[in-house]
Structure formats: C-alpha cells, structure tokens
C-alpha cells in the first residue's frame, strides 16, 4: 500500500488558481498535500479549498467533499507566508503554529497533523516555510535564524518519538536554502547570498546528523546535480534550469526507508507555471 505527499510553494494560491492549479490537482490528488506562500486571508482560502475538495471528490479519492481535511495557518502579516496541508487521510489531531514562537512575522509557516495511512500507519505530517531572508537586511536574517534555532526544538521532539516507537514524521516544505552545491545551479557565485550562507546550510546538516532526518529526495537520487524545484522569474532562469532545490522533505529513518520514488513537477513551459515553485511528490510504501 503506497501514499503520496507532496509539498510545493503556490507562490499565492489566488494567483496560482487564476493559472491553473486547480487542473494539476484533478490530475495529481496527493494523499497528503502541503502547501506554503499561500498569502490569502481565511474567507478567500475556504473557496478555494473547496474547490480541491470536488477535484478530489471527481477523482475518486473521497466519496464528498466533505472527506477531505483541511489545515491551515494565515500569517498575521498581511500578504505574507501562509501554509496549507490537505489531506484524504483520517486525522487524529492537528496543530498550528511552531511553539516558542509567537511574533505575527513568524505565523502562517507551520501546520502539523497526524494521519493514519491505510495499513494503520500513524505519520505526523508538518508543513513549514521558512524565512527567504536577505543579506541586505540584518533584521530578516535575524528572523530567519530564529525561526530555524526554534525548530531545532520540535526537531528534536519528533526524532524522540520516532525513535521510541510513537509516529515517524516528516517535515514538507519550502525551507528556504540550498544544502549543497548540488542543489544550486551557480554555487559558487551565491555563497554569500540568503539561501546558500554557510551559516544557513549548517542547519540542514544539523537536522540529518545530530537530529537523524532524512533528505528523502536526495536519498533517492543520489549525488546528481539537482533536480531543482524552484527558478527565478528574472531572465530566463527557468528555460536555462538555473534552478535551486529548496522544497524537501525529511523525513524520520523508518519512514524514509519506505520511499519508493518521486516527482517533481516541472511545468512544460513558463507560460504554463502556476508557480515559481514545482511540487515534489514522494511516494511512500507504509
């Protein structure tokens, strides 16, 4: 028995549904599906994901549309950040917000649930985005660092469980760096630029040493060059795939083992985006 989770960066679902997301999800319907930058207040999100709702329900995923659970979180900035997570699966709880951390530019950037795969499975499922950051600004990359000193806590806590029998986990998101140069299309002329610091790739090689996460993606495809998930609209960055590869998903060692494959979603042409970001789906036999 195989579920699909996928995580991509809608970069504004009001404007990603004006292009076409609602067309990528009547094909794709993940099991679990993350969303970031979802920038919209609750009254303009609900239609929305009522929509996805019938797309799910037309593909045969749920029998109405009242089967599928939504969670999300709203930035109390307005116009920033926002994180969604839908799913099929039967939920047991759901939390919002990443404790510790209680500034209105740290909201809307993390969404957790607990589901329960076919087979009984328990999964904790979190949805984060973290800070883009900028060098130019001391005050962003302050909120940046503290956001990821902060999820070291809850990194920690879900390892613990994990560890000792209670639900595997994985993290789904846009995190916001480029771990290596093999996810960086020109690494070397970035190293001092938000998203590839050293100082920002050392988290990432916290989480998969000391806190045992695992890069699923790059698990699965070895030491290649790329893929990337994310192209700046500047130039002609997409049709050249100067890309960077800043979507993950870590997952905890049980549950990583399980993964089979994945996706990511790069669309045809950049007309045809419906987001600056491609959706990594990643299959997992639990």
Not at 157 to 183: M, S, Y
Not at 195 to 215: I, K, M, N, Q, S
Not at 235 to 259: C, K, M, S
Request: charged share 25%.
């Amino acid at each position: 028995m195989t579920i699909t989770i996928t995580t991509s960066n809608v970069n504004g679902i009001r404007a990603a549904k004006r292009k076409g997301i609602d067309e990528w999800v009547g094909k794709n319907t993940p099991d679990v599906w993350c969303m970031q930058e979802v920038r919209a207040p609750q009254d303009q999100i609900d239609p929305i994901f009522e929509g996805f709702a019938f797309e799910y329900a037309t593909a045969g995923k749920i029998t109405s549309p009242d089967g599928l659970h939504c969670a999300n979180e709203v930035c109390r900035v307005k116009g920033r950040a926002g994180v969604g997570l839908l799913t099929d699966l039967p939920v047991t709880a759901t939390r919002y917000g990443l404790p510790g951390l209680d500034e209105d530019v740290d909201s809307g950037r993390w969404v957790e649930t607990d589901v329960t795969t076919p087979q009984g499975y328990e999964i904790t499922v979190a949805c984060v985005y973290v800070h883009a950051g900028n060098t130019d600004d001391p005050l962003k990359m302050e909120q940046k660092y503290r956001f990821l000193d902060t999820m070291l806590v809850r990194l920690g806590q879900l390892r613990d469980e994990a560890a000792h029998g209670g639900k595997q986990a994985v993290l789904c998101g846009d995190f916001n760096i480029a771990h290596t140069p093999l996810d960086i299309k020109n690494a070397k002329a970035n190293e001092k630029h938000a998203g590839f610091l050293p100082a920002e790739r050392a988290y990432v090689d916290r989480w998969l040493d000391e806190y045992e996460f695992v890069d699923v993606m790059r698990d699965l495809a070895g030491d290649i060059q790329g893929p990337y998930t994310w192209w700046s609209q500047r130039g002609r960055a997409f049709d050249n795939n100067v890309g960077w590869r800043i979507d993950y998903q870590f997952a905890t060692p049980e549950l990583a083992e399980t993964a089979r494959g994945f996706v990511i979603d790069k669309a045809p042409s950049y007309e045809a985006r419906w987001s600056d970001h491609a959706p990594l789906t990643i299959t997992y036999e639990v």
